[in-house]
Each structure stands twice: as C-alpha cells, then as structure tokens.
C-alpha cells in the first residue's frame, strides 16, 4: 500500500455549490473517487490510497492533467485505488468534477 499526497495551486474554484461527491467503487481493478469542497479556491488537494506500490510519477501526471483541464479549486479529492489504470481514474476525477458542478 502507497500513500501519496499532491497539492495544486488553480486558477479558479471549480463552479457549483454541491458540498461532495464520490465515484466509482473500490474492487478489482477500479477506484473510488471523493471529492470535497473544503478548501480556498485557489487549492486542490489530493490525498491517495493505492495497492500498487512504485507508480507515483503517473499519478502526479494524471492529477496534473485533472487539474490543468478541470481547474478544481476548493476541492480535497480523496482516492481510494484497488489498481485503476490511469484512463479509468481520469474518468473517474471526470465525473466526480461534473457531479460537484450540478445544482
């Protein structure tokens, strides 16, 4: 088990006043995704569980993508991985960003 953690400095807070969402769930080869809306909205933070060991330069490439294209300030995003390959989490970050935008 790995823990990483990555903090992002953004341009905006991300629209929307849904306090949290999740997605995805914890099984074989997927993830669950928590999202939020606890901090300034000018920082993301991402706290990450992973049962793959060895692979924390793809995750901060695939949360720097998230939040160059996304801009998710205010946001704590909490992932709990059971061995995702880094599509299924950007889609998983995807949704968890549309579902915090809703009304």
């Known amino acids: 088990m790995?823990?990483?953690?990555?903090r992002h400095t953004t341009q905006k807070a991300?629209?929307?006043a849904k306090a949290s969402a999740i997605t995805g769930v914890v099984a074989s080869g997927n993830l669950e995704v928590l999202l939020e809306r606890?901090?300034?909205?000018d920082i993301c933070a991402f706290e990450i569980d992973t049962a793959i060991n060895?692979?924390?330069e793809v995750w901060a490439a695939v949360v720097a993508d998230f939040v160059a294209r996304r801009q998710p300030g205010g946001l704590t995003?909490?992932?709990n991985d059971g061995?995702?390959?880094p599509d299924t989490v950007s889609l998983?970050?995807?949704?968890?960003?549309?579902?915090m935008e809703m009304p």
């Open 2 to 6: 790995e823990k990483l953690s990555f």
């Open 14 to 16: 991300l629209p929307g």
């Open 83 to 85: 061995g995702a390959r």
């Open 77 to 79: 995003i909490t992932i």
């Open 92 to 99: 998983r970050l995807a949704q968890g960003a549309r579902l």
């Open 38 to 41: 606890n901090l300034a909205p």
């Open 54 to 56: 060895g692979y924390a």
